[in-house]
């Protein structure tokens, strides 16, 4: 995609900051937001896209996805897929994301750096990414995927898809840590608490220790990267955060205590309330044992609950959506659940400057001058009709670092 100069004109503009929404116009140009206000200037050979009755805002940020679970059922992926399909699956779903509004995409396992820079050159289309690599995770915990009777290699030998990297103790876990930034991880994933897919843990139980969680840490960190921790429990929160994690996954049993700690210590909170329960609304789309059912059921519970409790307690809230194979059709109810929580302003909020402040990219995620073209125009008002988000035939134009991916209607 090229640079264009772009005029969005007439329409109502939702900043993503949270200010209050006015009839106006965005320019774009040199790849970034030149001007935003009740009347923009209309440089010659400017492309100019009639915004009347839509709605113009920052491009959509989702700061928990895996796009290489292409199958629900991630845990048998590697036995039934190869990796030339798994990479084509991965390639569709990016594209899908892009087409809805999203123009920035934490991978927080699955995607290697290959797909960052077919992304990044343009090979593929799609939003963005800051990826992991693979995800850490200790023997028995929600990354080994073994029933109790496989005795085989726990390490997942994949190169992308959904892979975990298994290692237990300080030594293992130092050396864990420094091959995925060898890989090309702009952060580490761990796994620090017990999960609903994995078959052998349970969800109220911490895993790892303070001291390996620790230097998990400590090793990102003298790298210049930062610890995003799967944790569910507030033990598991608790202990994350103490250990320096930057990031909570899913947090769906937070308590006030523990919200209080994350907000002293400026660690925020990616809730992926959708994933859970929209899974538990919809068991029979899957075939899981009984008991992974019940964790399902167990965590849905807690996740809309999560997010109030972090609101309250001033932690820093983003929006992940963590969707696994055909489930990515529910990204529009990360939104419209969380709006039932805080609001339709608040979620819209969530999913632009909140997510970019959590990712350290200031330059994203709202119409401010000086950030990058990043500018999605939904049919609509989304501050009135949250649903609109994330939904295809909502969207009207995208345009992704100062060019229009898509525009319907191009004038």
Not at 126 to 138: E, F, L, M, T, V
Not at 146 to 152: F, L, M, P, T
Not at 155 to 160: C, V
Request: hydrophobic share 45%; proline share 4%.
């Amino acid at each position: 995609m090229s640079q264009e100069i772009i005029v969005l004109e007439g329409g109502l503009v939702v900043d993503g900051n949270g200010g209050e929404p006015f009839a106006g116009s965005v320019l774009i140009a040199d790849g970034l937001i030149q001007e935003v206000g009740d009347r923009v200037s209309h440089p010659e050979g400017a492309v100019v896209v009639d915004c009347t009755g839509q709605a113009i805002l920052p491009g959509l940020i989702d700061a928990h996805v895996h796009v290489g679970a292409t199958m629900v059922d991630f845990g048998n992926q590697s036995r039934v897929k190869p990796s030339s399909l798994v990479a084509l699956e991965m390639a569709g779903r990016l594209r899908h994301m892009l087409d809805v509004g999203y123009t920035l995409i934490r991978d927080c396992g699955g995607a290697d750096w290959g797909f960052k820079v077919a992304l990044d050159e343009g090979v593929i289309p799609g939003p963005d990414a800051i990826i992991s690599g693979r995800i850490i995770s200790q023997t028995g915990g929600h990354g080994d995927m073994r029933a109790r009777a496989d005795h085989s290699d726990p390490r997942d030998h994949h190169e992308f898809g959904m892979v975990f990297s298994i290692a237990d103790g300080t030594s293992e876990l130092r050396r864990a840590v420094r091959e995925e930034i060898r890989r090309g991880a702009d952060f580490i994933k761990v796994m620090a608490s017990g999960g609903a897919a994995s078959p052998t843990d349970r969800l109220e139980c911490a895993q790892y220790s303070l001291e390996e969680l620790t230097v998990i840490v400590d090793e990102a960190t003298r790298n210049g990267l930062y610890v995003a921790a799967h944790a569910l429990p507030s033990v598991a929160i608790a202990q994350a955060v103490e250990a320096g994690a930057r990031t909570i996954e899913h947090g769906n049993f937070l308590d006030e205590p523990t919200a209080r700690l994350m907000a002293d210590r400026g660690a925020a909170l990616v809730p992926t309330v959708a994933t859970y329960v929209m899974a538990a609304r919809h068991p029979e789309k899957y075939s899981d044992p009984p008991e992974v059912v019940a964790k399902i059921g167990h965590a849905a519970e807690g996740a809309m609950a999560a997010v109030e409790v972090a609101y309250r307690h001033g932690v820093a809230v983003g929006s992940g959506s963590d969707l696994l194979g055909d489930e990515i059709a529910w990204l529009p109810h990360e939104h419209e659940l969380r709006a039932e929580v805080v609001g339709n302003g608040a979620a819209i909020v969530a999913a632009t400057s909140a997510n970019a402040d959590i990712l350290g990219r200031p330059d994203l995620g709202r119409l401010n001058v000086g950030c990058r073209g990043d500018v999605l125009v939904v049919r609509g008002n989304p501050l009135e009709k949250i649903s609109l988000l994330a939904r295809r035939e909502a969207v009207r134009a995208i345009v992704k670092r100062g060019a229009l991916w898509r525009c319907e209607e191009r004038e």
